[in-house]
């Protein structure tokens, strides 16, 4: 598991079996710390990213469920994120109702 984002400051909740029965490891990831120090500059910078990509289509890594709400309809996209236990992030898009990213 690759933390990427924990603006709330808040533990990240991990079951105790996901890390013993399953190897799962977790690792932070700091965009404006190690990243952007990188000593090798841009090439070092592509090789993180073409290495990051290939995990995702050899599906190593996996995007989150993402629910799209317009924002005309943020009142719900609001107690939908309140909701614990949900199934995806929360999307306010500026697009139309039947369009999605």
Sequence with gaps: MVVYGAMSQQ???????QLI???????????TGGYAKMKDGWKAKEH????????FRQK???PVEVE?????????ALES???KHRDAKVLL?????????
């Excluded at 029965?21 to 965009?31: A, T």
């Excluded at 799209?68 to 719900?76: A, G, K």
């Excluded at 898009?93 to 990213?101: A, I, P």
């Design 60 to 62: 190593v890594l996996k």
């Design 81 to 83: 994120h309140r909701r």
């Design 48 to 55: 993180l990213v073409d290495r990051v990509c290939a995990l």
């Design 11 to 17: 533990p990240i909740p991990i079951p105790p079996g």
């Design 93 to 101: 898009t500026n697009y139309g109702e039947d369009v999605c990213m």
């Design 68 to 76: 799209c709400i317009p924002l005309t309809r943020w009142e719900e």
């Design 21 to 31: 029965f399953r190897d799962v490891r977790v690792r932070g990831f700091w965009l």
